[in-house]
């Protein structure tokens, strides 16, 4: 075993050794707080053992599984330390089992059954149409906000997991997007309609603007400086009172107009739901139709490698400020939608908080991947809608499932799995099929 | 060319003239690939001239330029250290090879515009094209970190010969290889200027390669160049025995 590396642990003994260690630290560490109770009423100390006992077999149970699903992860650890120069093909697959994951197996079997994918089509078009029906309001609204945070989701993929610059404060764009639409509602009554493409306009503006000083940034500090960047803007729109009207937001915002017809507060989330819907298949298609692109090529390759990126003649200024810009258009129209569904907001809903559920949808979804995105989304917000009684832990379940999901699976719980191109060779090349 | 207080280039005079193969040689640390960096303008010499004579065009300075922009111009480079689109498929990284010949925008991308699908066909025909050249066609759709080391050597040759160079510079093509991928190696490389009159420089620490391809070979050691010649003239120099070939050849 060459110098360096720490020695794979094979025997089953050595596991269990080692989770004892993990068990008995847990045991020491939590002392004082699971063991000792200090009444100071009573002026004893009570000594709870029992709990001693819990914490040990936790831990070691808890740190067995772990060290056992990890080693699954990596799979059969190979006898010979691999010569990186030698490196074969099938050694590379590590927890891909065989040359194609079940991931890729059920897109390329998607892909080729027309039947299937066009029944599951049309199956989903019709469970989407009726489901406001179906539903109550209450049930409709909740759709209508994870829908949005697709949206959301979708836009911020495009600069973190398409271009992979780490972006925490993309609320910036999503509340410049509702601020304008309220604020041009409120002092000159300008229609929802009209607003929606002016503030996404507006949200690719703000985009360039962050996007020209943090070009030499990457990763760390971009993440820094964009977080900032997301404070400042919620910190201007909670002080600038003559502007924003301050931390008490702005109310009676106008919902979607409807040609004049009436409508009640039912139809109005019948109404919005649709156009979510509609937005969303819209964002789905320009995003799927952008990542296949060559804009989306140059987005991944910068991602990837951004000295390769730039010999291959990619430039590097521009890429990054299309995918600032591209991406914070989606969180303007979502901000937009945002202001007309609650017809109130104020700066509080537009907090770090925000950033970082979106961040998490990207992330946890799959980056890079629409398909996980949307799953991520409806995953992060709907859970939580319906699991009522969890919202307490709700930061916890995020940052453990976040730690959960990036050791296990990097790419998330669907990675993006690239186009496939099929070639006929017109000349026959004199083998057989 | 100073890193600091390191002199990492000193007055390297050198050309390449239309459909030729140099060589540039050196013990590791001579300044080879800081050389390169200073041709591709990944860094800015403090001092000097690089001047390009495309073919059927006018001449150009490359000083002060983007690394983008001289790569527009006609230069295509390899990286001693591979730099392939890790996640990207095999076909997708040659792909991107040809985004500084397309023009295809946001707009084409969205609204799918038949110029756009034009582009693109054409993009993937002309990548293909390319794989087939080097070689790597029956693994088109593999993820390229998927490839042995070999094909990535190749893939990478053929991401920059899709930017349709009229001077390619290669890095340590052959570095890792085994001698028959070596022997293919060669071959492509003189492939490449037979059909497509590139002219090539590369870099190279594999003397049988070198010897065998080069019509022109320089020597740099710390930063200077100590001599130049044909194969047969640089191995005689005694200059480049003692700082560099004799340990080579008689070890
Ligand atoms: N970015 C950098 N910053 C500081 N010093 C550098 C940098 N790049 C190269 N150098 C130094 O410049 C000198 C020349 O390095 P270079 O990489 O050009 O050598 P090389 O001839 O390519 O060697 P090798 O055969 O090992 O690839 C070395 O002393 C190296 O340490
Ligand atoms: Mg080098």
Same mark, same amino acid.
Request: glycine share 10%; hydrophobic share 45%; charged share 20%.
């Given at each position: 075993?060459?110098?360096?590396?720490?020695?794979?642990?094979?025997q089953?003994?050595g596991?269990?050794?080692r989770?004892?260690?993990?068990?008995?630290?847990?045991?020491?560490?939590?002392?004082p707080?699971?063991?000792i109770?200090?009444?100071?009423?009573?002026?004893?100390i009570?000594?709870?053992?029992?709990?001693?006992?819990?914490?040990?077999?936790?831990?070691?149970?808890?740190?067995?599984?772990?060290?056992?699903v990890i080693?699954?992860?990596?799979?059969?650890?190979?006898?010979?330390?691999?010569?990186?120069?030698?490196?074969?093909?099938?050694?590379?697959?590590?927890?891909?089992?065989?040359?194609?994951?079940?991931?890729?197996?059920?897109?390329?079997?998607?892909?080729?059954?027309?039947?299937?994918?066009?029944?599951t089509f049309t199956?989903?078009?019709?469970?989407?149409a009726?489901?406001?029906?179906?539903?109550?309001t209450?049930?409709?609204?909740?759709?209508?906000? #994870? %829908? =949005?945070?697709?949206?959301? @989701? *979708? +836009?911020?993929?495009?600069?973190?997991?398409? &271009? /992979?610059? $780490?972006?925490?404060?993309?609320?910036a764009?999503?509340?410049?997007?509702?601020?304008?639409? #309220? %604020? =041009?509602?409120?002092?000159? @009554? *300008? +229609?929802?309609?009209?607003?929606?493409?002016? &503030? /996404?306009? $507006?949200?690719a503006?703000?985009?360039?603007?962050?996007?020209?000083?943090?070009?030499r940034?990457?990763g760390?500090?971009?993440?820094?400086?964009t977080?900032?960047?997301?404070?400042?803007?919620?910190?201007?729109?909670?002080?600038?009172?003559?502007?924003s009207?301050?931390?008490?937001?702005?109310?009676r915002?106008?919902?979607?107009?409807?040609?004049?017809?009436?409508?009640?507060?039912?139809?109005?989330?019948?109404?919005?739901?649709?156009?979510?819907?509609?937005?969303?298949?819209?964002?789905i298609?320009?995003?799927?139709?952008?990542?296949?692109?060559?804009?989306?090529?140059?987005?991944?390759?910068?991602?990837?490698?951004?000295?390769?990126?730039?010999?291959m003649?990619?430039?590097?200024?521009?890429?990054?400020?299309t995918?600032?810009?591209?991406?914070?258009?989606?969180?303007?129209?979502?901000?937009?939608i945002?202001?007309?569904?609650?017809?109130f907001?104020?700066?509080?809903?537009?907090?770090?908080?925000?950033?970082?559920i979106?961040?998490?949808?990207?992330?946890?979804?799959?980056m890079g991947?629409?398909?996980?995105?949307?799953?991520?989304?409806?995953?992060?917000?709907?859970?939580p809608?319906?699991?009522?009684?969890?919202?307490?832990?709700?930061m916890?379940?995020?940052?453990?499932?976040?730690?959960?999901?990036?050791?296990?699976?990097?790419?998330?719980?669907?990675?993006?799995?690239?186009?496939?191109?099929?070639?006929?060779?017109?000349?026959?090349?004199g083998?057989?099929? | 060319?100073?890193?600091?207080?390191?002199r990492?280039?000193?007055?390297?005079?050198?050309?390449?003239?239309e459909?030729?193969?140099?060589?540039?040689?050196?013990?590791?640390?001579?300044?080879?690939?800081?050389?390169?960096?200073?041709?591709?303008?990944?860094?800015?010499?403090?001092?000097?001239?690089?001047?390009?004579?495309?073919?059927?065009k006018?001449?150009?300075?490359?000083?002060?330029?983007?690394?983008?922009t001289?790569?527009?111009?006609?230069?295509?480079?390899?990286?001693?250290?591979?730099?392939?689109?890790?996640?990207?498929?095999v076909?997708?990284?040659?792909?991107?090879?040809?985004?500084?010949?397309?023009?295809?925008?946001?707009?084409?991308?969205?609204?799918?515009?038949?110029?756009t699908?034009?582009?693109?066909?054409?993009?993937?025909?002309?990548?293909?094209?390319m794989?087939?050249?080097?070689?790597?066609?029956?693994?088109?759709?593999?993820?390229?970190?998927?490839?042995p080391?070999?094909?990535?050597?190749?893939?990478?040759?053929?991401?920059?010969?899709a930017?349709?160079?009229?001077?390619?510079?290669?890095?340590?093509?052959?570095?890792g290889?085994?001698?028959?991928?070596?022997?293919?190696?060669?071959?492509?490389?003189?492939?490449?200027?037979?059909?497509?009159?590139?002219?090539?420089?590369?870099?190279?620490h594999?003397m049988?390669?070198?010897?065998?391809?080069?019509?022109?070979?320089?020597?740099?050691?710390?930063?200077?160049?100590?001599?130049?010649?044909?194969?047969?003239?640089?191995?005689?120099?005694?200059?480049?025995?003692?700082?560099?070939?004799?340990?080579?050849?008689d070890?």
């Amino acid at each position: 075993m060459p110098y360096g590396r720490r020695a794979p642990i094979t025997q089953k003994g050595g596991k269990i050794l080692r989770s004892f260690g993990v068990a008995l630290w847990f045991m020491f560490l939590t002392f004082p707080i699971m063991v000792i109770k200090i009444s100071p009423l009573e002026k004893n100390i009570e000594w709870r053992w029992g709990r001693m006992i819990y914490v040990g077999a936790g831990a070691f149970v808890l740190s067995l599984l772990w060290r056992y699903v990890i080693e699954q992860k990596r799979g059969p650890i190979p006898k010979e330390e691999a010569d990186p120069l030698k490196v074969d093909t099938k050694d590379t697959g590590w927890n891909r089992g065989g040359s194609h994951s079940l991931q890729e197996r059920l897109a390329i079997f998607f892909h080729k059954n027309k039947k299937f994918r066009i029944l599951t089509f049309t199956g989903l078009f019709f469970i989407i149409a009726a489901f406001p029906f179906v539903f109550s309001t209450y049930q409709t609204s909740i759709i209508i906000t #994870a %829908l =949005m945070y697709v949206m959301l @989701g *979708l +836009g911020l993929n495009i600069v973190v997991g398409l &271009a /992979g610059l $780490l972006d925490l404060g993309y609320v910036a764009f999503y509340a410049s997007g509702a601020y304008f639409y #309220a %604020l =041009m509602n409120h002092h000159f @009554g *300008l +229609g929802f309609w009209a607003a929606l493409p002016m &503030a /996404g306009a $507006l949200a690719a503006i703000m985009g360039l603007l962050l996007g020209f000083p943090v070009l030499r940034l990457r990763g760390d500090y971009l993440a820094i400086v964009t977080l900032g960047f997301g404070e400042i803007i919620r910190l201007v729109l909670e002080n600038w009172n003559e502007f924003s009207l301050g931390p008490s937001g702005i109310a009676r915002i106008d919902r979607p107009g409807t040609l004049g017809i009436d409508f009640d507060l039912r139809d109005h989330t019948v109404y919005l739901y649709y156009i979510v819907v509609v937005l969303v298949a819209f964002t789905i298609i320009v995003v799927s139709r952008l990542r296949n692109s060559r804009i989306g090529r140059a987005w991944i390759a910068l991602r990837e490698d951004e000295v390769a990126c730039q010999a291959m003649g990619i430039d590097k200024t521009k890429t990054k400020l299309t995918a600032f810009a591209l991406g914070a258009t989606w969180a303007g129209f979502v901000g937009c939608i945002l202001a007309a569904k609650t017809t109130f907001i104020n700066p509080a809903s537009f907090t770090f908080m925000e950033s970082a559920i979106i961040l998490s949808i990207v992330v946890l979804g799959g980056m890079g991947s629409i398909f996980g995105i949307i799953l991520g989304a409806l995953v992060l917000i709907l859970l939580p809608e319906y699991l009522r009684a969890f919202s307490e832990y709700r930061m916890l379940v995020f940052g453990a499932s976040m730690v959960i999901i990036m050791v296990f699976r990097p790419q998330g719980i669907i990675g993006g799995t690239r186009k496939r191109h099929e070639f006929h060779v017109k000349e026959p090349t004199g083998e057989k099929p | 060319m100073d890193f600091g207080g390191l002199r990492a280039l000193e007055k390297v005079d050198l050309y390449v003239a239309e459909a030729e193969i140099v060589a540039i040689i050196g013990p590791n640390g001579a300044g080879k690939t800081t050389f390169f960096n200073c041709i591709t303008c990944v860094y800015q010499p403090h001092r000097g001239d690089m001047i390009i004579y495309p073919p059927g065009k006018a001449s150009k300075s490359l000083n002060g330029l983007k690394p983008n922009t001289v790569t527009e111009m006609g230069i295509a480079r390899t990286f001693q250290n591979i730099r392939l689109f890790k996640e990207m498929t095999v076909l997708e990284n040659v792909m991107v090879g040809r985004h500084c010949r397309t023009r295809a925008g946001i707009a084409g991308a969205i609204l799918c515009t038949r110029k756009t699908i034009r582009e693109e066909q054409e993009t993937l025909e002309f990548s293909y094209g390319m794989l087939r050249k080097v070689g790597l066609e029956k693994q088109t759709n593999e993820k390229a970190s998927d490839l042995p080391y070999g094909a990535q050597r190749r893939l990478e040759i053929a991401r920059a010969l899709a930017t349709e160079p009229f001077l390619l510079l290669l890095d340590e093509p052959a570095a890792g290889m085994n001698p028959s991928e070596t022997a293919e190696l060669d071959e492509l490389i003189s492939r490449i200027r037979e059909e497509d009159g590139i002219s090539i420089l590369l870099i190279e620490h594999d003397m049988k390669l070198v010897m065998n391809i080069s019509d022109r070979i320089y020597v740099l050691d710390y930063g200077h160049l100590i001599a130049e010649g044909t194969p047969q003239q640089v191995t005689g120099n005694p200059e480049v025995i003692k700082a560099y070939l004799g340990e080579c050849f008689d070890a």
